[in-house]
């Protein structure tokens, strides 16, 4: 079992920055696929961002390319997501995800296996 702990949700408002870490307690480079979702209210969740933890390629959905980063630092097991340029539509629960294949579908991990808690990213206009 993998547990995943998300931090940095929080209020920002339009065109600014947040950047969200996902720490997980195993050793990312044996997670194949570490990546980030979110759901909106009313809205199904859907794939934000993710990285092959092995070859270290990132893969994002066409929504946010561009505005988003999404990184691993292997020695503290941990993803990140930078998140620039947000937009009030941006507003949504993230949630971080792994699995122990590098499987990508729709901008993120494909059937992920571990899932975190959420945390709540809110843009105001």
């Known amino acids: 079992q993998v547990q995943l702990v998300e931090s940095g949700g929080g209020s920002v408002q339009a065109g600014g920055s947040l950047r969200l870490s996902c720490a997980a307690s195993?050793?990312?480079?044996?997670?194949?696929?570490m990546g980030w979702f979110r759901q909106a209210p009313g809205k199904e969740r859907e794939g934000v961002a993710a990285?092959?933890?092995?070859?270290?390629?990132?893969y994002y959905a066409d929504s946010v390319k561009g505005r988003f980063t999404v990184s691993q630092d292997n020695a503290k097991n941990t993803v990140y997501l930078q998140m620039n340029s947000l937009k009030p539509e941006d507003t949504a629960m993230y949630y971080c995800a792994a699995d122990p294949l590098p499987r990508i579908a729709g901008g993120s991990c494909y059937l992920p296996r571990y899932w975190g808690q959420g945390t709540q990213v809110t843009v105001s206009s």
């Open positions: 195993k050793y990312t480079y044996s997670l194949g696929c």
């Open positions: 990285v092959a933890t092995g070859s270290g390629s990132t």
